[in-house]
């Protein structure tokens, strides 16, 4: 099973503070958009906090807080006819007619994430204005802060995200006594209910059974709260409990009044009926009060202090386990606010300080939004505030879930990975009834789409979806990546074990779907590659075809990771045969007449050259088959595909982007790309708005908000720093010219190796290479170098120098450049 890597982190990932440039986003003004809120969260509570003096907004969120319930079994009986219709369609190369028969191969959309609530609290100044306002957010403790003085008097009020605590606090104090007097209210957008228990002021609400995607306009009623037919809604409960030193507490169901009080505490606990993927949250559901009033309880008889040095040593368990310093000798710019530091780095100037400041905040963020069962980060962490979030801020598997996840294990937070472990192993039990009742086919499929509760089939409402995004048929052989992966950086067998029949299920299904074509070659059809089109015949568009480079990349790299899977457990040798005589059939790789990777079955024009999908590049990153390394032709094909698609995009793509020029060794160009995705982003300003970037509080602009592109900003800073999915440790692979110095430390190779790397002049200084569990290591360097303690000298290979040499478990290991 999978388990919390606490111990084992205990030699692993030691929790030290190495000296780094400030940490903190911070603002003269408050938020006024929802985009630059501050956002905290201990995995499963999230707030954004907008720092207003007077009316405070503290909008709120609960992991597991969804439409909907648990998936319906055989939603489209019909679906297999269309298969043979579909494929015979393709054979004839009627490429419309294969289209238009896709549909009919779909379900139901996926649910949605919701918003819990807002808390908001209301300070009488009368006409006074607020001076020496400030605000900010240390990511490097997790607390935001925010100030200012009225009347003489300095305010302050201090939030955070408890883990241990399983709740949101918040202090309000003033440098007076007696000067607090304030309302405390709650809000849902969600129906609810207000009631006062033990005077706490509690807020009862319920999910709706249904919400359509955002997307979705032809439906009257887009948001349904009773079903009868099948499962309601599930339940929430939002509770808030003051603690108050002097003054006066009344608490009524219009909210909390609290009066000439000099210290305020504000104890914020919420939890939902959830009770699984396959249980309905309505009648099968948890009783949300009792779980909510943990959160009360455990925190009760704490002084504040108690409660934020209890947050603070759990948050920086993880959080001090990586550090990444550039350019010291730079003018430091920390003094300057994040929205103003953006808008100067997006008009062309240097600041490797919120450069380094943007990688840590992808692990501030995943830290705050990903220590859920079954509810990984989704397309927005834990922090939404519409009803109909932009894509459901569901799990999107054709990219964005996984795109998440990518800086888990290289940014030393493992243990994180447990709640997309969770959604994976319940979407091989829904995948599996998709598989059978919609191709009879064996194995496990997942589609484009899932959410809480596991969806598996192709979305679309029996038909009104689009088969560009709805039909494509490889996110459960995508997500047995992360498994694999997941074993590949901890060595742990055991895990291994447990998840190799979900890889082989993934197998399975691919080698039910695969077809072969006339040259007796293996391929996928019908086929997509995600929402991309192109045009054939006469500028006539394309969707559905035959063996996309995608659908073959992950299934080339599904079959390679399971056939090693098996070996290294010396298991299932008849099965793996069978694996590897399948393998040998699959479509190879095309290089099209522009010199680029093909990204269809034919060299099809690109109705959009500058697609901000580069699927096809899959077997690039995340993938390994094509590298330079091991196949230079290949990479060049596909070093002409990043520059076909150019150097803009939504912010995603561009984070992917940096992954790939990262992996095609081309450090200057990854940095382009990184620059461009701290671009200033403003939806309320057209002189930085409809562009690729961040917003004012780092959040990455698709736009809209999507917080992949965090996630994979941060892993493409580790690829340019170093590599490992060639099983050896490349230092400094893709250094890119303006990171002249620096130093990242803590970060994690494959084969369960921690690295600290130092360099100076863009240059090799030196490296400290710790071995967690023993075993054989490669380094690979520039220029020549040596191993303290290792007799062997480096070798020149084709791309620098490489030693390898046996590793102790616990034991470090010095690289130094050769003298």
């Not at 349904?224 to 499962?231: M, P, R, T």
């Amino acid at each position: 099973m999978l388990k919390i890597y606490s111990s084992f982190f205990l030699f692993f990932c030691f929790s030290v503070v190495y000296s780094q440039q400030e940490l903190k986003l911070h603002y003269d003004k408050p938020a006024v958009e929802w985009t630059e809120a501050l956002p905290v969260g201990n995995g499963r509570l999230g707030a954004m906090v907008f720092g207003r003096a007077g009316e405070e907004l503290i909008q709120l969120n609960e992991a597991t807080l969804w439409s909907g319930g648990p998936v319906s079994k055989n939603i489209n009986p019909s679906a297999f006819e269309s298969l043979a219709l579909t494929r015979a369609a393709l054979e004839a190369g009627d490429y419309k007619k294969a289209y238009e028969l896709t549909k009919n191969m779909q379900g139901l959309y996926s649910e949605s994430y919701l918003p819990l609530g807002d808390l908001s609290l209301k300070q009488e100044f009368g006409n006074s204005t607020p001076t020496q306002y400030y605000r900010d957010l240390n990511i490097a403790n997790g607390v935001a802060t925010t100030s200012f003085v009225v009347n003489g008097i300095k305010y302050k009020r201090e939030i955070f995200a408890s883990a241990p605590g399983e709740a949101i606090v918040v202090r309000l104090s003033a440098d007076k006594p007696k000067a607090l007097s304030l309302a405390v209210g709650t809000n849902s957008q969600l129906p609810f209910k207000n009631s006062v228990q033990q005077n706490m002021l509690v807020l009862k609400g319920k999910a709706p059974s249904h919400a359509d995607p955002n997307y979705v306009k032809y439906n009257p009623e887009p948001i349904i709260y009773e079903d009868a037919a099948g499962c309601r809604g599930m339940r929430f409960e939002l509770i808030v409990k003051p603690i108050v030193k002097d003054g006066t507490v009344t608490t009524t169901e219009k909210g909390i009044v609290i009066k000439d009080a000099t210290d305020v505490v504000l104890i914020i606990s919420a939890a939902t009926s959830f009770n699984g993927f396959d249980k309905c949250p309505d009648s099968e559901g948890k009783d949300e009060h009792q779980l909510a009033l943990v959160g009360i309880q455990k925190n009760d008889g704490k002084n504040f202090d108690d409660l934020l040095k209890e947050h603070t040593k759990d948050f920086q368990h993880f959080f001090n386990r990586v550090s990444l310093s550039l350019n010291k000798g730079d003018i430091d710019k920390s003094s300057i606010t994040t929205d103003k530091r953006l808008e100067e780095y997006t008009a062309g100037q240097k600041d490797p300080q919120l450069e380094a400041l943007f990688f840590q905040y992808g692990r501030y963020l995943l830290i705050s939004s990903s220590r859920t069962k079954d509810a990984p980060a989704n397309l927005q962490g834990i922090w939404n505030n519409k009803l109909r979030a932009p894509w459901s801020s569901n799990y999107t598997t054709n990219i964005n879930v996984q795109m998440n996840y990518w800086p888990v294990e290289t940014a030393n937070l493992s243990e994180l990975f447990f709640p997309l472990d969770g959604l994976i192993k319940n979407l091989a039990v829904t995948g599996a009834e998709t598989a059978k009742s919609f191709y009879h086919a064996k194995g496990w499929v997942v589609h484009h789409n899932s959410d809480i509760w596991a969806t598996s089939n192709p979305v679309g409402e029996l038909g009104k979806g689009d088969p560009k995004w709805a039909n494509w048929y490889m996110g459960a052989n995508w997500l047995s990546r992360h498994l694999w992966e997941h074993y590949q950086y901890t060595g742990d067998k055991e895990y291994l074990k447990e998840i190799y029949p979900i890889l082989k299920g993934a197998v399975e299904f691919s080698l039910d779907w695969l077809q072969q074509d006339k040259e007796g070659r293996l391929v996928t059809m019908p086929s997509t590659s995600p929402e991309n089109d192109f045009y054939y015949g006469d500028k006539q568009k394309g969707i559905v075809s035959v063996a996309t480079t995608m659908d073959m990349g992950i299934i080339k790299d599904l079959f390679a990771n399971t056939i090693q899977a098996s070996e290294i457990l010396n298991t299932d040798a008849d099965f793996r045969q069978t694996l590897q005589k399948a393998n040998e059939k699959l479509f190879p790789f095309q290089i099209g007449s522009k010199g680029q990777l093909q990204e269809w079955y034919k060299d099809f024009e690109d109705v959009d050259p500058h697609h901000r999908h580069t699927s096809h590049l899959y077997a690039l990153h995340p993938a390994n088959i094509i590298s330079p390394l091991k196949t230079p032709e290949l990479a060049n094909a596909a070093r002409k595909t990043l520059e076909l698609r150019g150097d803009d995009g939504t912010g995603w793509s561009l984070a992917w982007k940096v992954n790939m020029w990262a992996r095609l060794l081309d450090g200057n160009h990854a940095y382009t790309l990184f620059r461009n995705q701290l671009r200033l982003t403003k939806d309320n300003d057209p002189a930085f708005k409809g562009h690729g970037g961040a917003y004012p509080n780092l959040f990455d602009a698709h736009p809209p908000f999507q917080i992949d592109g965090n996630f994979a900003g941060t892993a493409g800073v580790i690829e340019m720093l170093m590599q490992s999915q060639n099983n050896e440790i490349h230092l400094l692979p893709a250094l890119p010219d303006a990171w002249k110095e620096g130093a990242i430390k803590g970060i994690v190779a494959k084969g369960n190796f921690t690295v600290d790397i130092e360099w100076n002049g863009n240059k090799l200084t030196q490296a400290v290479i710790t071995s967690n569990i023993g075993g054989t290591c490669t380094v690979r360097n520039a220029q020549p170098f040596s191993v303290k303690g290792v007799k062997a000298k480096s070798k020149k290979t084709a791309i620098g120098y490489t030693i390898t040499f046996e590793t102790m478990k616990g034991k470090t290991y010095k690289v130094l450049p050769a003298k």
